[in-house]
């Protein structure tokens, strides 16, 4: 084992531990003083994230190619089921981002959970398991990323998926979080049903779960498609995609902070890197492209319009994470990883500052909701500039980093149109449409989100409005800085080499000597999506200039209540699955409890009844016992005189 | 006698002179005393069994199937060839240790609290006997004395359901012995069918067929099958489960879903398929059809159900339709996921029965519409029952997915549409299991505190902790190294899986 393989192995190993030892903290003070447990969990949830980072820092920098460490975990009758890293620049980059997300999450946490002036006597946060479950978070997450087999890779994938559960029930004063935690482990489940699948179907015909192995292997076509097809159902769970999209908007039940982290850098994030890591196979199944592509292109269109319509800031947000998202797929579907990678790494930064920014103005005005905001930027001021950051990079408002990625996916699909990639041309036609048709609905909602939340009059003119204290502060401020910048990491060579799909060199292949093309190219053609952009912009600032005091959601009119409810989707859902889920479960409970044990018990019955009709029968009254012992005598002789006679 | 020789007696004698030395105490607690330290005794010897002589130097096609590290193989009554012949192999030990685990659990429980209904001394002399019955069953190499043991644990449990049970206890006891004795009159006439046939006992010889003809493998396959399949229990034969699971004191739930579920699926895997291997292919196709129905009735059963006990209880149904899936598949993939699934789910069962005796003994009531909040005011019985069900719904990382994963694994490899569609709809039970589990969290745990949870302390006793945390600790274990498990089971799989083709 190399130091580079160390490295990347104890990535999860050191927030796992920090987590584990955390959940052993008492979870709730004895008697109101949060002191002592709540000092040491803050401890090792920053130690752990922090450590986190070092690593991943330490790997970027002593990472030269792609390595593979890997040896048995368990061998079940000819499976091979190993545990070990395989680490390229890809993993490398995504882990930092992961790590620095989680550790400005971890120290954000810090102010954002403590009982402030307001709150109630009895508030408890429970802040050692949450600080706990952070970490084991960030530990899956970074197992998933650094993971060299698939069932490694399935263990971070879903122990992410129950912290991701416990994190948005955190909150004991919301009535919706219980429901809205579940909604989200059993909806990426079901997807998680297609992702083993898909597993087994790989392990199953290359003899081994190693992702080094399943690449290798020359697949039949049809198992191929099968199981990418399949693996697509788990990346639509985890990666909100359509039709499993519908647990992300529900869990901004979950505290700031945890949607910063879902949404950032962990869990839907998943999603789009599990595919890239794959994407070899992914190359070979052209109609697995196809499907991915429409379900991007929905995703995306969904996601965007849904966001015109939400009063509430939080859901904005989420769902622009679904259209962003929607992004990342459609560049893999359009056979581009690396600009999907590019995207995810922006996104990751932009999208924690907006969510980390909007829990400062939430913690000042104490609502989520829009329409009791306005005028906020008179009283905090930081908040507004680092939001002005991060929604320009939503938009993709050059020179910000969203548009340099948005820019390297379009650029992508443009290809694809002519028969560049390796889906078929249609995807590509689909994808570069609808991300035309995102920039403006983007720019449209972002440029209302800003100014409902933060300029015009204040519709609660009670709140004093402040920005938040320092420990929330500069998590912020430094996480504006990556929003801004990254952008222009497209142009260094050595970034983008990182972010390519490289095969570990093997004897007969030994690497791809094709030039790396460029991630961004800044041609005429940027030109389209820059006016779409102020197109979109310039329509929800005329209309606020018209009516600062109204919503630039009215322009929506009858659309309005049906993107607001993101068409009405949800209901779609309780209708199809969830109501015939529990009218199968409830006719099963009767009928096993009727059918089936009604048999036993009545089959115990019948024994009972038949024995007590025999023994009412051998209790008769004197002249039919004599009749029935004279018959059965008589019976008897005829039997033995007929065999008699017969012998 | 061999320091194996003597182990494989005393994993029996202990407990048994146990019992005996229990029943002789007068006073209950020093009773209870003797009784722990019976069974910890028994642990021990339990686990020394792995010591020694284990190297498996390959299969040859003149060695038998199964070989025991240790054998111990005498006359019992020579009139009637009937051998006292005990041995442990990869596929018993880990039942045989998760057995005198649970047993010492449960009666270091009794410790702190004896349920209502009868004298600690006595449930604790009956724990034991069960468990010698239990042990017996793992070790025997002799089909008549394996049944003889799989019937010394009948009577005992009966008397454990019905004394300390619930309110209901003695229709569920009796529910439990007659249904039970069905399934051991089928094993007695399945027993014969073989003995017969092949005019031998002897597992070892037996294993891989020994001479059989297909229409007494058939017939023989068929009758042990059943008998299984009631113990195990396979649906639609599974009736008596939930009665027994819910009206069983603590101990005794805990006794019947980590262990006395298993003798069913160890005899179908070491006697059934062993014996009668045509029989078990003819017959796997309705086997995996009936465990893929169990864990989806199981599932569903157990999204409609109303009462902690008794989903619980059920949810052992579709659990153990995964070991059987496994075992179904014939495959070495799908044993070893059984025989794991099988430990994984007494561990994990055995924790979440006395998890779910906690809340009940705490809050008076099981019912799901009277526990909320748990979490408001018992954070960390909350946060253990919460580890449980994650747990128990087959979490990657934690003992419960190897077994249901891989069992999966195997019905997508044993490949054809009839064992395909069987993988993917025991992949959704794994869907529904996750949702009855959140839905039961939802219920006892999230929410505003119900008044039956609102009086509750916040701490757990110490002999709770005691107990659970073994468990606790090897769920974990089992799920980060599988090889705790699957090490020892490889060989002796293989060897049976070659006997099979």
């Known amino acids: 084992m190399t130091t580079t393989t160390l490295l990347g192995a104890l990535l999860p190993v050191v927030p796992l531990v920090a987590g584990l030892v955390g959940l052993l903290l008492p979870p709730a003070p004895p008697d109101g003083g949060e002191g002592r447990a709540r000092r040491a969990a803050i401890a090792l949830g920053v130690a752990g994230a922090a450590g986190a980072l070092v690593l991943a820092v330490a790997l970027l920098v002593t990472l030269d190619g792609p390595v593979e460490s890997s040896g048995t975990w368990v061998d079940l009758g000819g499976l091979a089921v190993t545990i070990g890293v395989r680490l390229d620049g890809a993993a490398a980059l995504v882990a930092v981002a992961v790590a620095a997300v989680a550790l400005a999450v971890q120290v954000y946490s810090i102010g954002y959970l403590k009982r402030g002036p307001h709150d109630d006597v009895d508030v408890d946060h429970r802040y050692p398991p949450y600080a706990a479950q952070i970490s084991l978070f960030t530990a899956a997450m970074l197992l998933v990323v650094v993971a060299g087999d698939l069932i490694l890779l399935l263990v971070g994938w879903e122990v992410m998926g129950i912290c991701s559960y416990l994190l948005i029930a955190h909150d004991r004063r919301l009535p919706e979080a219980p ?85 950032a850098a962990t869990m839907v994030a998943a999603g789009v890197y599990a595919v890239t890591r794959l994407y070899p196979l992914f190359e070979r199944a052209p109609a697995a492209l196809a499907v991915l592509g429409v379900m991007a292109v929905v995703t995306l269109l969904l996601g965007a319009l849904a966001a015109t319509a939400q009063d509430d800031l939080k859901r904005v947000l989420a769902w622009s994470t679904v259209s962003q998202i929607g992004y990342m797929t459609g560049a893999l579907a359009v056979g581009a990883p690396a600009a999907a990678l590019f995207h995810l790494l922006t996104h990751a930064a932009f999208k924690a500052l907006l969510f980390l920014a909007a829990g400062a103005v939430i913690h000042a005005v104490g609502t989520t909701l829009m329409s009791r905001m306005g005028g906020l930027r008179r009283g905090m001021p930081v908040t507004f500039w680092c939001t002005v950051v991060g929604l320009g990079a939503l938009a993709g408002l050059p020179p910000l980093a969203g548009f340099f990625s948005k820019e390297s996916i379009l650029y992508a699909a443009e290809d694809a149109l002519h028969g560049g990639g390796p ?66 990491a497209g142009f260094a060579g050595g970034f983008t080499d990182l972010l390519r799909p490289v095969a570990p060199a093997t004897p007969d292949r030994p690497s791809d000597l094709l030039p790396p093309a460029p991630l961004v190219h800044l041609g005429p053609e940027v030109l389209l999506p820059l006016a779409l952009l102020t197109l979109g912009a310039g329509l929800a600032w005329a209309r606020w200039r018209r009516d600062p005091a109204g919503d630039p959601a009215a322009t929506l009119g009858p659309l309005r209540p049906v993107f607001a409810r993101a068409f009405r989707l949800d209901d779609v859902q309780h209708a199809l699955v969830v109501r015939p889920t529990g009218a199968v479960a409830r006719g099963v409970r009767t009928a096993d409890e009727v059918v089936v044990d009604g048999a036993v018990t009545g089959s115990g019955r019948a024994a009972v009844g038949l024995g007590g009709g025999l023994a009412a029968l051998h209790r008769a009254a004197l002249p039919r016992a004599a009749a029935g012992v004279l018959a059965g005598a008589l019976l008897i002789g005829l039997a033995a005189a007929l065999i008699g006679a017969a012998a | 006698m061999s320091l194996g020789e003597f182990l494989l007696v005393a994993v029996l004698a202990v407990p048994a002179l146990g019992a005996v030395a229990v029943a002789a105490t007068p006073r209950d607690r020093a009773a209870r005393v003797v009784g722990t330290v019976a069974a910890a005794v028994t642990l021990l010897a339990a686990a020394l069994l792995a010591l020694g002589d284990r190297t498996w130097s390959g299969y040859t096609p003149s060695a038998p199937a199964v070989r025991p590290w240790h054998r111990i193989d005498l006359p019992w009554v020579p009139g009637l060839e009937l051998r006292f012949h005990l041995g442990v192999d990869g596929i018993s030990w880990p039942l ?140 639609p034969l599974h009736s008596w489960l939930p009665d027994a ?35 078990a292919r003819w017959a796997a196709p309705v086997l995996g059809a009936l465990a893929v129905a169990a864990i989806l009735v199981g599932a569903l059963v157990c999204l409609a159900q109303d009462e902690l006990k008794r989903l619980i209880a059920y949810s052992s149904v579709g659990h153990m339709g995964f070991v059987l899936l496994g075992v179904a598949t014939l495959t070495s993939t799908g044993i070893q996921a059984a025989l794991i699934g099988n430990v994984a789910h007494g561990v994990i069962t055995g924790l979440l029965f006395f998890l779910a005796g906690a809340v009940k003994d705490r809050a008076h009531t099981g019912s799901l519409a009277e526990l909320s909040g748990l979490r408001e005011t018992a954070p960390r019985l909350a946060g253990l029952l919460g580890f449980a069900a994650v747990a128990s719904l087959g979490l990657p990382g934690l003992a419960g997915f190897w077994g249901e994963a891989f069992a999966v694994v195997a019905a997508v490899q044993a490949g054809g549409a009839l064992w395909t569609t069987l993988g993917v709809l025991a992949a959704v039970g794994g869907a529904l299991t996750a949702a009855y589990f959140l839905r039961l969290l939802r219920r006892v745990t999230h929410g505003r505190p119900s008044p039956a949870v609102g009086r509750l302390a916040p701490g757990l006793a110490r002999a709770e902790l005691v107990a659970w945390a073994p468990l606790v600790l090897l769920a974990l274990a089992v799920g980060l190294a599988p090889t705790l498990v699957l090490g020892v089971a490889e060989a002796p799989v293989d060897a049976l899986v070659e006997v099979l083709r």
């Open chain 1, 179 to 263: 429901a809205a935690a579940m909604k989200a482990f059993l909806v990426t489940r079901v997807g998680d049903v297609g992702f083993l699948l898909g597993i087994a179907l790989l392990g199953v015909s290359a003899g081994s779960f190693r992702i080094a192995d399943v690449l290798a292997h020359d697949h039949a076509t049809g198992t191929l498609t099968a199981a990418c097809l399949l693996l697509l159902a788990g990346v639509a769970g985890k990666s909100a995609q359509f039709p499993l999209h519908t647990w992300l908007p529900d869990a901004m039940a979950g505290p700031t902070p945890i949607s910063a982290l879902i949404h």
């Open chain 1, 423 to 488: 889906a078929p041309v249609w995807v590509g036609w689909l994808v570069w449409l609808a991300g035309l048709a995102g920039v403006a609905i983007t720019a449209w909602y972002a440029t209302r989100l800003l100014l409902r939340t933060f300029l015009g009059p204040a519709r609660s003119p009670l709140v004093q409005p402040h920005d938040p204290p320092a420990v929330m502060r500069w998590p912020v401020l430094l996480l504006a800085v990556p929003a801004a910048l990254l952008g222009l």
């Open chain 2, 96 to 235: 045989v240790v998760l057995t005198a685990l649970l047993t010492l659990l449960c009666c270091g429980y009794t410790l702190w609290r004896v349920p209502e209904g009868g004298s600690g001394r006595a449930l604790v002399a009956l724990l034991l006997v069960v468990e010698v019955g239990i042990l017996g069953t793992f070790l025997a190499l002799d089909l008549v004395l394996f049944f003889v043991f799989f019937e010394i644990v009948l009577l005992p449990m009966y008397a454990v359901i019905a004394g300390w049970g619930g309110a209901d206890r003695r229709r569920a006891a009796r529910k439990f012995a007659l249904y039970t004795l069905l399934g051991s009159v089928l094993l007695l006439v399945g027993v014969y069918v073989v003995v017969a046939a092949a005019g031998t006992a002897d597992i070892v010889a037996l294993t891989g067929g020994a001479g059989l003809s297909r229409g007494t493998q058939l017939a023989a396959f068929t009758l042990l099958a059943l008998a299984f399949a009631v113990k195990s229990p396979l649906w």
């Open chain 2, 245 to 279: 699971h819910t009206q069983a004191p603590t101990v005794g739930s805990v006794i019947l879903a980590g262990v006395l579920l298993k003798m069913g699926t160890y005899g179908l895997i070491r006697v059934a398929v062993g014996v009668a291997p045509e029989g």
